[in-house]
């Protein structure tokens, strides 16, 4: 089968490196792709928001199957612009993206099913939003209802803060996003995510994960898209991972069907864990980045089954093999992300590396100058590691970032420690 991902960093990375290891994948290519992922598939330089140019691609390259990897070309209805023309595609509809698309439609959506979530409220307008803020407590969380990058979360921890964040979203600063904005009860416990295959009916969790959100050692300084993650996630006991399919991603996925928009591809479940009960944070509808990194380090060859049962609708007919092993991935970035970081610095010692279904490093923003590899991004490189245990994932891990001479990047050293302390 000739496969065709939109993408161009770990993640996709990652996904092309797993497919590629099953023999039914005959062409690959990855669109736009970068520089490592270049080593093991073609890559194609199109327009992934433009769903007319990527369906002629897949046709005249006689693409039998095609995996989105980001969100934005999925909320723009790329997946259904392949399906329209006959491609089988992994990947929800623009419909069923509202699940991460818009929170306001979320929080409808899990009081409809009656998942357990944060209280909220719903404004669209500064006004009414500030008078809200006055009768509720700190700390309180403001969310831009729309895509932000991830970005458009603020977790005021005074009045003041939290009228400030109310301004700066009505006032335009995160674009459209922040034209309608959600207001949130401050949820505490520990945060895991749960990755669910879901093919319009039927369910199959394909694995937990944790990422490290924050820039700094401790889980401190401003957010990152994440800094390194680890499966499976400890806190995500099979017990709550029980509750949370019964209680939040099933009664989610029934009501989509029930109006008409039933969900088909990944569906990563953020969640929050107190006392042992699952609450939902936030839906994405599609892989985490770095998280996607560790599962497919730990599924492999079998994420292209999945993935394609996925699309036609055969997931019940499919289960997980599971190894009683733990991934792990460092990510490498470029010094002063995610602020301002400068581009073109050479990365040396990435071919040395040993490359086995232990050790891999997947590029998430490379490319190459003068046969050199250079940074391209401000998440540059993710090292990414599978052992017996986390400590030996995470030593492995290290090992390899340890061999990489890079002199203008920067990663954490404490990958994995609320699962190890
Ligand atoms: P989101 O983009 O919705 O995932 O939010 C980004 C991060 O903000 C989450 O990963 C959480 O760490 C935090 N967060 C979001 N909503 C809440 C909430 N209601 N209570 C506590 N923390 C939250
Ligand atoms: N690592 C967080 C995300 O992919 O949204």
């Given at each position: 089968m000739n496969i065709l991902i939109l993408g161009s960093g770990g993640r996709e990375h990652s996904l092309a490196w797993a497919v590629k290891q099953?023999?039914?994948?005959g062409r690959l290519i990855v669109a736009p792709g970068n520089a490592g992922i270049a080593w093991i598939a073609e890559c194609a330089d199109i327009d992934i928001m433009d769903g007319a140019a990527v369906v002629s691609f897949a046709e005249a390259n006689a693409m039998d199957f095609v995996i989105v990897g980001p969100e934005a070309p999925l909320a723009a209805g790329v997946a259904d612009r392949l399906r329209e023309a006959g491609i089988l595609t992994f990947g929800p509809s623009e419909a069923a993206s509202l699940l991460e698309a818009s929170k306001s439609f979320t929080k409808e959506i899990c009081d409809a099913a009656s998942a357990p979530t944060a209280g909220y409220a719903h404004f669209t307008d500064a006004d009414s939003a500030k008078a809200h803020l006055r009768e509720v407590g700190t700390p309180i969380v403001i969310k831009a209802?729309?895509?932000?990058?991830?970005?458009?979360?603020i977790i005021a921890e005074t009045q003041d803060e939290a009228l400030s964040a109310i301004d700066d979203m009505f006032g335009g600063a995160f674009g459209g996003a922040g034209a309608e904005v959600v207001i949130e009860e401050f949820m505490e416990g520990e945060e895991a995510s749960l990755f669910v295959l879901c093919d319009g009916e039927n369910v199959l969790s394909i694995g937990t994960a944790q990422d490290h959100k924050?820039?700094?050692?401790?889980?401190?300084g401003p957010n990152t898209g994440g800094m390194g993650a680890y499966s499976p996630?400890?806190?995500?006991s099979s017990k709550i991972e029980t509750r949370a399919m019964d209680e939040i991603v099933r009664p989610t996925m029934a009501e989509m069907a029930r109006r008409g928009t039933a969900f088909q591809g990944v569906l990563y479940a953020g969640l929050m864990i107190k006392d042992g009960q699952p609450r939902l944070v936030e839906y994405n509808v599609r892989f985490g980045d770095p998280e996607c990194q560790v599962l497919m380090m730990r599924l492999g060859a079998q994420a292209l089954d999945l993935m394609h049962a996925c699309a036609e609708g055969r997931l019940g007919e499919m289960s997980v093999t599971w190894a009683e092993d733990h991934a792990l991935t460092v990510v490498m970035a470029a010094?002063?992300?995610?602020g301002d970081y400068e581009k073109g610095s050479v990365i040396n010692g990435i071919e040395d590396a040993p490359e086995d279904s232990f050790h891999q490093i997947f590029h998430a923003g490379t490319a190459r100058r003068d046969g050199a590899i250079i940074a391209n991004g401000g998440r540059v490189l993710n090292v990414t590691a599978r052992g017996a245990s986390l400590i030996e994932a995470r030593d492995r891990a290290y090992g390899l970032a340890d061999a990489i001479?890079?002199?203008?990047g920067f990663f954490r050293r404490d990958i994995g420690w609320r699962a190890l302390s």
């Open positions: 099953n023999p039914k994948c209802d729309g895509l932000a990058a991830g970005k458009g979360v924050r820039v700094g050692e401790g889980d401190t996630a400890p806190v995500l010094k002063g992300y995610p001479d890079w002199p203008e």
